[in-house]
């Protein structure tokens, strides 16, 4: 009996262990990300999933905010992300899922 449950642990332990192993994915590589005047557009080029951009945009008297762009896959197009008119993108970077 002893021996029947030492080989049930050891049957749920790699099954709990090949689960997480197998759920790694690989995300998004060689992205870049540049602010243009009212925007920031981001491009991955390797990897597999998706990219998107997201900048801040600075409003003049008033509270900054995020602005993001549409999800990409990898090595397609590029995405941008734009601010309101008249408002200044800075801090451009991406997301990555």
Same mark, same amino acid.
């Given at each position: 009996?002893?021996?029947?449950?030492?080989?049930? *642990?050891?049957?749920?332990?790699?099954?709990?262990?090949?689960?997480?192993?197998?759920? *790694?994915?690989?995300?998004?590589?060689?992205?870049?990300?540049?602010?243009?005047?009212?925007?920031?557009?981001?491009?991955?080029?390797?990897?597999?999933?998706?990219?998107?951009?997201?900048?801040?945009?600075?409003?003049?008297? *008033?509270?900054?905010?995020?602005?993001?762009?549409?999800?990409?896959?990898?090595?397609?197009?590029?995405?941008? *992300?734009?601010?309101? %008119?008249?408002?200044?993108?800075? %801090?451009?970077?991406?997301?990555?899922?």
């Amino acid at each position: 009996m002893k021996k029947r449950a030492f080989l049930l *642990a050891v049957a749920a332990t790699a099954s709990v262990l090949v689960g997480v192993s197998g759920s *790694a994915q690989a995300a998004p590589t060689g992205c870049s990300a540049t602010a243009v005047g009212y925007g920031s557009g981001a491009y991955c080029s390797g990897g597999t999933g998706e990219f998107r951009a997201k900048t801040r945009c600075d409003k003049p008297w *008033a509270p900054d905010y995020d602005r993001y762009g549409a999800w990409m896959g990898v090595g397609t197009w590029s995405s941008f *992300a734009k601010c309101d %008119n008249g408002h200044v993108a800075f %801090n451009a970077t991406w997301q990555t899922r």
